[in-house]
C-alpha cells in the first residue's frame, strides 16, 4: 500500500470514526470546522487518485447521482408487524400469555420505545453496508441504498468488533422534532403541502428520487433488532448492546425488565417522559429476551407471540395564555397570535399557537389570561381547541382584534367576504416589503441562496432593498460591508442573483407576489398569457377566461400589474435580464390527455417525484388539487396514501389510480 492510499484509508478512518461521536455518541472531540478540513483533504485526494474509490467512503454521503426508480428486493425473512395495544391491561394479558406459552419457565422482558417512523433494513458483509431495503409488504421492499448512505447517524463501515460476517439489523428512520418543524416551516413559506407528521416526512423523504435532498433533511436512525446466523449473543438484550458498540445507534431508553410490575413501571414512566425525546415515539415495544424463548413461543400468521407494542394516547394539553400578538405578513394580512406559558407537546416545547383570525377568536371566547387547550393538528402545527372556562379570573377582559397595522399603525380592512383584516400599506409597511423580499428569493420561487428573512431584513434595513427589482444592483462590495456577510456569502448571493435570470418565467409570476396567485395559479396564468407584455395588456375580463382564474384573482392580477410602482418594479426586471416569457420548450403544444381532469396526488412514488407528477399532469392539459371534493377526477395514489384521503375516495366514489395505471394511461 503506498503513501498515498495509506493516507486515504487513515482519513476515513477518522472521518468515520468521529463521525459516530458526533452523529452517534452525540460526544464530538474534534470541532466542525477540524471535521470539514479533514472531509475536504480525503475529497481532493480522492478526486486526484480515482484508483481508490470506495462507494462507501465518508465522502459520498452528500448523495449525488438522481435515482429514476427503486429496485424490488424479496427479504431474507420477512418483516412482520407487532400486534397492537393502547390498554396496560391488554399488555398484562400478553405477559402472562408468554408465562403459560413457556410452561412457568422464568423469563426477561426487553422495553424498548416504539420509533414513529419508517422502517428499514439493513445488510452488512465483512463490516460493510451492502444493502439497505424499506418494509414494503413485509416479503419484499424497495432498495434505498443510495437514500440511506446520507443518512449520517447509520455506519457505512462498522467499528471494530465481533460483528457476523454476515448479518440484517432492522431499525425504524426517523425525522427529528427540530428538523421536522423546519421543514414544514419551509414547505408552508413556498406553499407545498405539509408533511402530516415525522413519521410521513421520513417515508417522504426516504422514497424522494434525488439522494441530495435526502441529505439536506438529516434524517436519523435508531436500531432494535438484529438477525443473524451467527448472533454473538443468546439473547436480544446483549446483541443490542453490541450491534451498539459497533457504532450502531440503539435507544438509551432500552432497558430489562424482569417482572410484570416492572414492564408496568416501564410503561407509566415513559408516558410521561417520552415527551423529551428528540424524535417522534407513538408507543413502547416489549419483547421476551431469550432467543430461544422467542422461538418456543413462536409466530402467528400475522405477528410473533414474544413481542407486543404499546401504543400511547394522543397527547393534549392545557396551559395559560400569557397574551395575543398581532402579526402582519408579506401580504398585509394580520394574524393573531397566542403567546402561551411554555408547554412539552409532541416532542417540542409549545410557545405559540396561531389564532387564524378575528372569527377564531370570537369562537372560541377567549379572555385576557385564560387557560387554553392545545393539541398539534395532526402532530403538525400548535393549534387552540378550546377553553378551560373554570379557570377564568372573573374581571378577565374578552380579546379583541387590533383596529390599526401593528407595524405602521394603518388603520386595517376587512373585504366583504374575508374572514381577515388586511394592512393597505403595501408600499410602506416594513414587513410587507421584507415579506415579499424573502418571498421573492425562495428556492421555489427565484432560487437566491442566501437571501432569507434575516437577510432580506438587514438589505431593507440597510436602505440598499426597497423592493424586489433592487436586488438586481447589489454587488459583493455592497454586500460585504454589511454586518453579517462576509465576501464569500456576498459572492454566493451576487452569483444566485445572476443565475436567477434564467428562471422559467411561471415562477418568476409567482416569485411577484401578486394577491391571491400562489404556485399552480401562476403555472396556468403564465401558460394562458405567454409573456409578461401580453398579461399587462390583458383586461379583467380576459384575464377571468384563463382556467380557474375567477373575477377576484383576475381583478387581483390587472390591479397589481396597473399599479404604478409595479410597473416601475417590472420594467426594471425586465431590462435586469429576468425571464419575461414563457420558454420555446413550454410554448410547444402539450398533451391533451388529462384535459378537463381535476388530479389529486398522494403518497410516494417510484419512477417520478410528486413535483414531476404534477408538471405531467399540467402538461397533459389536466388540473392539479391539493384536497378532495367531488370535483376530483381522481387521485393519483402512490405508496403511504394518507388513511384520511382514502376514506373520502370511498365515501365520494373518487377513483384511485396507481402509478403504473397512470403511466399507462398517458402512455
Avoid at 485526494?45 to 452528500?62: I, M
Avoid at 453579517?484 to 434564467?502: C, F, Q, T, Y
Avoid at 396567485?517 to 403564465?526: H, Q
Wanted: glycine share 8%; charged share 30%.
Amino acid at each position: 500500500m503506498n503513501s498515498v492510499e495509506q493516507e486515504i484509508k487513515r482519513l476515513r478512518d477518522y472521518l468515520n470514526y468521529h463521525n459516530h461521536r458526533y452523529y452517534v455518541l452525540n460526544d464530538p472531540e474534534i470541532s466542525d470546522k477540524d471535521f470539514d478540513m479533514a472531509l475536504k483533504e480525503l475529497e481532493r485526494l480522492e478526486a486526484e487518485n480515482p484508483e481508490f474509490s470506495d462507494p462507501l467512503s465518508p465522502t459520498q454521503r452528500v448523495g449525488s447521482d438522481l435515482t429514476k426508480g427503486f429496485e424490488h428486493v424479496v427479504h431474507e425473512r420477512p418483516m412482520m408487524s407487532l400486534s397492537n395495544t393502547y390498554s396496560i391491561e391488554e399488555v398484562d394479558e400478553w405477559f402472562d400469555r408468554v408465562k403459560k406459552g413457556l410452561d412457568g419457565e422464568k423469563f426477561d422482558i426487553v422495553g424498548e420505545m416504539k420509533f414513529d417512523g419508517t422502517s428499514i433494513s439493513l445488510t452488512y458483509e465483512n463490516g460493510r453496508l451492502v444493502r439497505a431495503v424499506t418494509r414494503g409488504d413485509g416479503t419484499q421492499g424497495d432498495d434505498v441504498t443510495a437514500n440511506v448512505k446520507t443518512i449520517r447517524s447509520i455506519p457505512l463501515v462498522l467499528q471494530p468488533g465481533d460483528w457476523p460476517e454476515k448479518f440484517e439489523i432492522r431499525g425504524e428512520i426517523l425525522m427529528p422534532w427540530k428538523v421536522f418543524d423546519e421543514l414544514n416551516k419551509e414547505r408552508e413559506y413556498n406553499e407545498e403541502p405539509l408533511f402530516a407528521n415525522p413519521r410521513n416526512a421520513a417515508s417522504g423523504t426516504l422514497k424522494t428520487q434525488d439522494p441530495r435532498e435526502v441529505a439536506r433533511r438529516r434524517l436519523d436512525a435508531r436500531f432494535y433488532y438484529l438477525l443473524s446466523d451467527d448472533l454473538p449473543f443468546d439473547n436480544h438484550y446483549d446483541n443490542l448492546l453490541a450491534a451498539r458498540s459497533w457504532g450502531f445507534k440503539v435507544s438509551p431508553a432500552m432497558k430489562l425488565l424482569h417482572s410484570l410490575e416492572e414492564v408496568n413501571e416501564y410503561i407509566n414512566y415513559w408516558d410521561k417522559e417520552r415527551k423529551n425525546l428528540p424524535v417522534a415515539t407513538d408507543g413502547l415495544v416489549f419483547k421476551v429476551n431469550s432467543l430461544i424463548q422467542q422461538m418456543n413461543l413462536g409466530y402467528t400468521a400475522k405477528s410473533p407471540r414474544w413481542a407486543i407494542a404499546y401504543k400511547f394516547n394522543p397527547e393534549n394539553a392545557c396551559t395559560r395564555l400569557r397574551f395575543v400578538s398581532f402579526e402582519t405578513g408579506r401580504m398585509g394580512i394580520v394574524t393573531p397570535v397566542a403567546n402561551l406559558e411554555p408547554v412539552q407537546l409532541s416532542g417540542t416545547i409549545v410557545k405559540r399557537a396561531s389564532l387564524h383570525n378575528d372569527d377564531i377568536i370570537r369562537e372560541l371566547g377567549i379572555h385576557q389570561g385564560d387557560w387554553l387547550y392545545v393539541e398539534k393538528g395532526g402532530e403538525i402545527i400548535p393549534k387552540i381547541t378550546g377553553v378551560d372556562t373554570s379557570r377564568r379570573e372573573k374581571d378577565a377582559e374578552p380579546i379583541e382584534f387590533v383596529t390599526t397595522c401593528p407595524e405602521c399603525g394603518t388603520p386595517l380592512v376587512r373585504e366583504a367576504g374575508e374572514a381577515a383584516w388586511r394592512c393597505p400599506n403595501r408600499y410602506g409597511c416594513r414587513p410587507q416589503i421584507t415579506g415579499r423580499i424573502e418571498h421573492f428569493a425562495a428556492r421555489r420561487m427565484m432560487n437566491i441562496d442566501g437571501i432569507g428573512e434575516e437577510t432580506a431584513e438587514l438589505l431593507f434595513a440597510c436602505g440598499l432593498v426597497e423592493n424586489i427589482a433592487d436586488l438586481y444592483t447589489l454587488t459583493v462590495d455592497k454586500l460585504s460591508k454589511l454586518e453579517r456577510i462576509g465576501e464569500k456569502s456576498a459572492s454566493n448571493i451576487v452569483a444566485g442573483i445572476e443565475a436567477s435570470k434564467l428562471v422559467p418565467f411561471e415562477r418568476v409570476v409567482y416569485a411577484l407576489s401578486i394577491p391571491n396567485v400562489g404556485e399552480t395559479t401562476s403555472k396556468r396564468v403564465a401558460k394562458a398569457v405567454r409573456s409578461m407584455d401580453r398579461m399587462q395588456a390583458m383586461t379583467v375580463e380576459e384575464l377571468t377566461a384563463i382556467p380557474d382564474v375567477g373575477p377576484v384573482v383576475a381583478k387581483g392580477i390587472f390591479d397589481y400589474l396597473h399599479d404604478p410602482v409595479n410597473e416601475s418594479i417590472i420594467e426594471r426586471l425586465k431590462e435586469a435580464g429576468v425571464q419575461m416569457a414563457l420558454s420555446e420548450d413550454k410554448l410547444a403544444a402539450g398533451g391533451d390527455k388529462l384535459a378537463g381532469k381535476t388530479i389529486v396526488i398522494s403518497g410516494t412514488f417510484t419512477h417520478h417525484s410528486r413535483d414531476e407528477y404534477k408538471d405531467i399532469i399540467e402538461r397533459e392539459g389536466g388540473k392539479n388539487a391539493g384536497s378532495i371534493s367531488k370535483k376530483t377526477s381522481f387521485v393519483l395514489a402512490g405508496e403511504n396514501m394518507g388513511p384520511a384521503k382514502l376514506e373520502k375516495c370511498k365515501t365520494l366514489g373518487i377513483p384511485i389510480v396507481s402509478e403504473s395505471e397512470f403511466l399507462d394511461m398517458i402512455k
